[in-house]
């Protein structure tokens, strides 16, 4: 069985300020993907950035930056530089690779408020 | 290229009253997931459908079904509704095709309501 783990139900920020947001996992899967999505009040989820099991580099895409670290089972999101359109929910998630099923298995999230 | 489209956005019913809710994906993509998503149990998978075929099935009641059609579109409908029923339906798609990331790209949701 797969489980996430967000410990932070809210997080505070300033402008332009960076901040990580906290996610570790739990699996006997082998080979795994890791996944964070944004949720904007308006429910969509947007997907941010991908880490796969087996990627020896950390993940980046613009100003997010995935601080993972295998031995600890955690994936962090980092954001540099926070803007105010940055405040909204946001998830980590999970998927098996093997099965070559595509269920995703999601934190309990973690909402994120940017102030001026 | 087109996103995700769910229709429709917004739905209220009564208990006892069954619901089809839509979901077209992503151009070219084969795989759609639905999740449901509440304040108290957050988000949960429903079910998986490939090639009009479900393959994988969260741990949901039998009320709940869907099915996928020959051109990826997929529907999911909720028997005999409850209150509990209220949620976000998220739908999801991906290209599926086997290789590790299979980013999910999702859909703006359903929300119901059932009174």
């Known amino acids: 069985a797969q489980k996430i783990t967000q410990t932070q139900p809210g997080m505070f920020v300033q402008e332009k300020e960076a901040v990580t947001l906290d996610c570790t996992y739990d699996?006997?899967?082998?080979?795994?993907?890791l996944f964070w999505y944004k949720q904007p009040s308006s429910g969509e989820m947007i997907f941010l950035i991908y880490?796969?099991?087996?990627?020896?580099q950390n993940a980046t895409e613009g100003r997010y930056s995935l601080n993972f670290q295998k031995a600890r089972k955690s994936a962090n999101l980092v954001i540099s530089a926070s803007q105010l359109g940055d405040s909204a929910m946001y998830f980590c998630?999970?998927?098996?690779?093997?099965?070559?099923?595509?269920?995703?298995?999601f934190g309990t999230g973690t909402r994120l408020l940017v102030s001026p | 290229k087109a996103g995700v489209t769910q229709t429709p956005r917004y739905l209220i019913k009564t208990r006892g009253q069954q619901v089809t809710l839509s979901c077209s994906p992503i151009?070219?993509?084969?795989?759609v997931s639905w999740y449901q998503q509440t304040p108290g149990q957050g988000l949960q998978f429903l079910f998986e459908?490939?090639?009009?075929?479900?393959?994988n099935k969260g741990n949901f009641p039998g009320r709940f079904s869907g099915r996928q059609f020959s051109n990826s579109r997929s529907e999911m409908n909720v028997s005999t509704l409850e209150l509990g029923d209220s949620a976000l339906y998220l739908c999801a798609s991906s290209l599926a095709r086997g290789t590790a990331q299979e980013t999910q790209y999702f859909g703006p949701g359903t929300r119901l309501l059932v009174l």
């Open positions: 880490q796969g099991s087996y990627d020896e």
């Open positions: 998630a999970m998927r098996a690779i093997n099965t070559g099923f595509q269920k995703l298995v």
């Open positions: 459908y490939f090639s009009e075929t479900q393959r």
């Open positions: 151009s070219g993509h084969r795989s």
């Open positions: 699996t006997s899967d082998q080979s795994y993907g």
